[in-house]
């Protein structure tokens, strides 16, 4: 019997947790499929159950990483702040250990595929060896890794024969690039987080302090770990961006880490309070400092977010003005690093999960289901979704011969190209025109997504405003 629906899950909710399937009942696990072929697919994504899982998770993470004010026996206030190579990931609970392991033996599988060394204008073609091991292996990889409780996890002779393994391998298989277009991108980060999500409902972390310690276990001992490996793969075989937007993107091959990296630098909170909205923590970083090599080069050790520009700089050359102009344009919000954090799950919401190119290749079982969700609105048409790019489209070739599908979706030749800022950092003053030379945009409508938790529903907006005039479609744990 499926599991209903986890009951913390509603918009009055203060603070909600991933459900975590109960042990004792027979599951019904299912071979994960693709789901979503065209376009139109995503808005049906954005009213499943995989959808709200991934939000309530994402939200979960980032409010586990926010710093934690208490008061001493002196009275005086203090400050718990979570850093990358602290015993959070040095010391993790046994069950983060064992993905370490598992990470540790995936990053091994390169000595035994070393990249060619003939010409090549794309990636190197002896990814495909490193991922055909990863393949062949990862079967044998969870059975040594991870505890039979939980790869066979409510199993029954009776069933379809389809067990919690074969669900988790095809996310572990799906967070590590691309062997046919020799690329990657935040569609596979956005797998191995669906990886992630799998264990959790397995009851993988049980072992771990349930108040937010055992998520900053996740995020510093496995999701930090795992890019680094993948960070390493990109170097070695020097894969692709996976649908980059180039100069209009964040970045080209993550996101998680920005959102996680600014909540390690927001404004401390309390344990029964929201994640501040603005604000950073006493000692925290300037903003401007991500634009300045040598002050990314002093925080990327500890903190996730300049760790993601630190390999920014590592594969780039010019300018960071130039090469990362979104990043830039965040440099110069006044509002800390609360601002960028509740920005980042906005655009994560947008730009990843709402996105065609994104999330077309993440399959759908049971412990991610493309069922749908019971407390979801059907999304309305907003510019933002009826501008999905149609997959059929893709089999048509452009004037250069080249397929349609190697061109960014949201390319439009002959547009004026849109400001080199996020969207939400109203007010952030462009410093550097884009490349003239540049295919243009049109800008997307981003779908707000929440910076602490689940609230009511925003009301439609009033009649002749101007965002009366557009419909965005709204998370269902949205804030407004």
Known sequence: MEPSPNPTFNAKSPFVTLEVLDPSTIHAFVSPTKEINDGPDVSRFLVSKAYRDIGIFVLQLNRAMCPRKSKGSDGKEKVQTFEIGSKLETQPAKSVQSIQQLLFKLESFIDEA?????????????????????DERASSLLEECLPQSILKFGSSPGQNGVTAEEELKAYLLGAFGSPQRLDYGTGHELSFLAFLIGLWKLG???????????????????????????????????????????????DDHSFQPYI????????????????????????????????????????????????AVGFIYDVKTGPFGEHSSVLHSLSQVKLGWGKI??????????????????VQHLPFGSLLSWERDPDAKEPQQSVHMVNQPIASAALKSNNS??????????????????????????????????????????????????????LPRPTAPAAGSTDAQITVTKAPWAKD
């Open 204 to 250: 993988a972390f049980k072992d771990g302090q349930q108040d937010g310690e055992i998520e900053r276990n996740i995020v510093l001992g496995a999701f930090e770990p795992y890019l680094r490996v993948v960070r390493k793969l990109i170097l070695t075989y020097t894969l692709e961006p996976a649908g980059s937007h180039g100069v209009w993107g964040l």
């Open 401 to 454: 011969g080249t397929s349609a599908g190697t061109a960014a979706p949201w390319a439009k030749p002959g547009n004026m190209p849109p400001p080199m800022q996020a969207p939400w950092a109203s007010g952030v003053p462009t410093t550097r025109p884009p490349p003239t030379q540049a295919t243009s945009v049109n800008p997307s409508i981003r779908t707000p997504f929440p910076a602490s938790q689940p």
């Open 114 to 134: 070393p990249p060619d060394k003939g010409p090549r204008r794309f990636g190197n073609v002896s990814f495909r060896k490193w991922y055909k091991i990863l």
């Open 260 to 307: 996680y990296g600014s909540a390690q630098l927001t404004r401390p909170i309390g344990d029964n309070e929201e994640m501040p909205m603005e604000g950073s923590r006493f000692g925290a970083p300037r903003l401007d400092a991500v634009s300045k090599a040598d002050k990314v080069q002093d925080y990327r050790e500890t903190n996730m977010y300049f760790s």
């Open 341 to 358: 954090n509740s920005g980042m799950l906005k655009m994560f919401n947008g730009e990843v999960l709402s996105k065609f190119p994104v």
